[in-house]
């Protein structure tokens, strides 16, 4: 197999006549309301896509899910995306003018040509997203291509099961979220917390490269170029969470040396032979592009991006009315949709929406009502989000979720400490959709979150029974994530920190259910000793053959 990288999570994976492409972003647009753009410029790889026999999507992120170029693709190609239950994903999929896609179940197999292909979708319901493990047939070469996917522990040592020589792993490494940046916490916070998330953030991705133990660890999908000049600050700011290329690798080079000598961090048009582990460096993608010296290549870049950032923006005109009645309706539907799970944020969200038809609203998750406010040192609320009412129509009508906005960076936040993040709101805004809502509550009432176990857990002041869920995002815990300078469980997905004896998280408003041995962890979570030994996280596979 041959693998060309086509900048940030794209690659192009070749063996005898199939040419797989990963993930192709393109866009002059950028994505998430043109607040990311391709870093570097990879639009050199952009002809690349036309070669392709196969399309593999990974989830519907902008920077993923390039409208564009899917719309563009021919007739003959084989479109492979994840079959995601939430109604938006169909919704989204059913509005693209290419090939139908062929949509891929967790651990189901899809054979192309003489490569076997394995979807592997996130563990928990609460984030879309999959990962794609590649094998050749022929050759026995195996490319596990991780993207953004958070695969938990089960999935790692599962997929090492089956294939025990893995040759190359691509994974995510930057941190790409609006923490902290966006909330106006005091300077000194904010940096300690960004630092906090991009030391997590490589944690994360040697945990993958530790377990698989690939022979070329692929430093995959990195920063994206904030070109708007109201949002670039972001990006070299202290408080930032975008981690490049140099500072993984000094990182790796002080914390797991033996790991650093097999990472690269390959350039769009940059080529490797699987067999050998050799990269070809591409030569015109290096002039006037260094990772130590971003300043001027992203001034000149953000100059070239203006007219296409200008065009995107102007997309949404600022509104002809009042927007507080759709505003209200949006939320009362969601209210209906989830009242469990909205009355659990137990907190009055503020919106700050300023611009022609906005104003000061406060949704109110206790009584589950919305209201208009005065402003924001008048009326009491937990969280504030201010924003342009030029983007709000859009989000209302279903066009664009809370997340995807915030992503876009066009926004400033506001909540009393660091550690009041408050997940159950934020997997309201995820949603969005009152259909999705629904389906999410519904799977996740069904079973669809990972089955919770607990784990033994020998400290020094102890044993202890521990839930081995995270209560934040599901991710699997165990022995090995405790911390004994802290004292704590971290969990390796997000760094949240669960003391002991209580579980108590000191950076989020969540509990670990933790009890001494011989007690059950967590009542409302059922007791499995077996959960001590891995779970087969993939089932027996299910097996599509390409027709073509």
């Known amino acids: 197999m041959k693998i060309t990288f086509l900048g940030h999570a794209g690659a192009l994976v070749e063996a005898d006549g199939v040419k797989l492409v990963c993930d192709p972003w393109?866009?002059?647009?950028?994505?998430?309301?043109?607040?990311?753009?391709?870093?570097?410029?990879?639009?050199?790889?952009?002809?690349?896509?036309?070669?392709?026999?196969?399309?593999?999507?990974?989830?519907?992120?902008?920077?993923?899910?390039?409208?564009?170029?899917?719309n563009a693709l021919d007739p003959s190609v084989t479109l492979l995306m994840p079959d995601y239950p939430l109604p938006t994903w169909k919704r989204l999929v059913r509005t693209l003018r290419g090939p139908a896609p062929v949509l891929l179940g967790d651990q189901e197999v899809f054979q192309a040509g003489p490569l076997r292909l394995r979807l592997i979708h996130s563990p928990t319901p609460r984030h879309q997203d999959s990962a794609l493990v590649i094998e050749d047939t022929n050759t026995g070469q195996v490319v596990v291509n991780l993207?953004?996917?958070?695969?938990?522990?089960?999935?790692?040592?599962?997929?090492?099961?089956?294939?025990?020589?893995?040759?190359?792993?691509?994974?995510?490494?930057?941190?790409?979220?609006?923490f902290p940046f966006a909330y106006s916490f005091p300077s000194a916070e904010q940096v300690e917390a960004a630092q906090r998330k991009k030391v997590n953030s490589m944690r994360r991705w040697t945990r993958y490269m530790q377990a698989l133990a690939p022979r070329s660890a692929i430093a995959f999908?990195?920063?994206?170029?904030?070109?708007?000049?109201?949002?670039?600050?972001?990006?070299?700011?202290?408080?930032?969470?975008?981690?490049?290329?140099?500072?993984?690798?000094?990182?790796?080079?002080?914390?797991?040396p033996d790991l650093a000598e097999r990472t690269m961090a390959p350039l769009p048009g940059d080529e490797l032979d699987v067999a050998t582990g050799r990269l070809t460096a591409d030569p015109g993608i290096r002039q006037g592009f260094d990772w130590e010296n971003l300043a001027p290549y992203i001034a000149d870049y953000a100059r070239r991006r203006a007219p296409a950032i200008a065009d995107v923006v102007a997309g949404y005109p600022e509104p002809r009315h009042g927007l507080y009645d759709d505003f209200a309706a949006h939320f009362k539907a969601l209210f209906a949709a989830g009242e469990s799970l909205c009355r659990a944020v137990d907190a009055v969200a503020a919106f700050d929406v300023r611009g022609v038809g906005g104003g000061f609203w406060l949704v109110d998750f206790r009584s589950l009502e919305v209201r208009e406010g005065t402003g924001p040192e008048t009326d009491a609320h937990d969280y504030r989000f201010t924003l342009s009412s030029r983007y709000l129509p859009e989000i209302l009508e279903g066009g664009?979720?809370?997340?995807?906005?915030?992503?876009?960076?066009?926004?400033?936040?506001?909540?009393?400490?660091?550690?009041?993040?408050?997940?159950?709101?934020?997997?309201?805004?995820?949603?969005?959709?009152?259909?999705?809502?629904?389906?999410?509550?519904?799977?996740?009432?069904?079973?669809?979150?990972?089955?919770?176990?607990?784990?033994?857990?020998?400290?020094?002041?102890?044993?202890?029974?521990?839930?081995?869920?995270?209560?934040?995002?599901?991710?699997?815990?165990?022995?090995?994530?405790?911390?004994?300078?802290?004292?704590?469980?971290?969990?390796?997905?997000?760094?949240?920190?669960?003391?002991?004896?209580?579980?108590?998280?000191?950076?989020?408003?969540?509990?670990?259910?933790?009890?001494?041995?011989?007690?059950?962890?967590?009542?409302?979570t059922p007791t499995d000793l077996s959960t001590d030994t891995p779970t087969d996280a993939l089932r027996r596979p299910r097996e599509r053959q390409a027709h073509r």
């Open 221 to 256: 999908a990195g920063p994206p170029a904030l070109l708007d000049p109201e949002l670039s600050p972001h990006f070299f700011a202290e408080s930032s969470v975008f981690t490049t290329p140099p500072e993984l690798l000094a990182w790796l080079r002080r914390e797991h």
């Open 400 to 524: 664009m979720s809370w997340e995807e906005f915030f992503f876009s960076f066009r926004f400033s936040a506001w909540r009393p400490s660091i550690g009041a993040y408050n997940e159950e709101l934020m997997s309201v805004l995820r949603c969005s959709d009152p259909d999705d809502l629904t389906a999410y509550l519904r799977r996740t009432a069904q079973g669809g979150e990972r089955p919770a176990g607990t784990f033994t857990l020998e400290t020094p002041s102890g044993t202890y029974r521990v839930s081995d869920i995270c209560p934040h995002l599901g991710a699997r815990l165990g022995p090995g994530d405790y911390d004994p300078e802290l004292d704590a469980v971290v969990c390796p997905q997000h760094g949240w920190r669960f003391a002991l004896p209580d579980g108590a998280c000191a950076n989020g408003r969540a509990r670990l259910g933790i009890s001494p041995s011989g007690t059950t962890a967590d009542p409302d």
């Open 147 to 178: 993207n953004d996917c958070q695969v938990d522990r089960d999935q790692l040592r599962t997929i090492r099961r089956l294939h025990p020589r893995i040759d190359v792993v691509l994974a995510q490494f930057s941190g790409a979220t609006w």
């Open 26 to 70: 393109f866009s002059e647009g950028g994505a998430f309301l043109s607040g990311w753009h391709q870093l570097p410029d990879n639009s050199s790889c952009a002809p690349l896509v036309h070669e392709a026999t196969h399309v593999y999507v990974s989830h519907d992120h902008q920077d993923h899910f390039d409208a564009d170029v899917l």
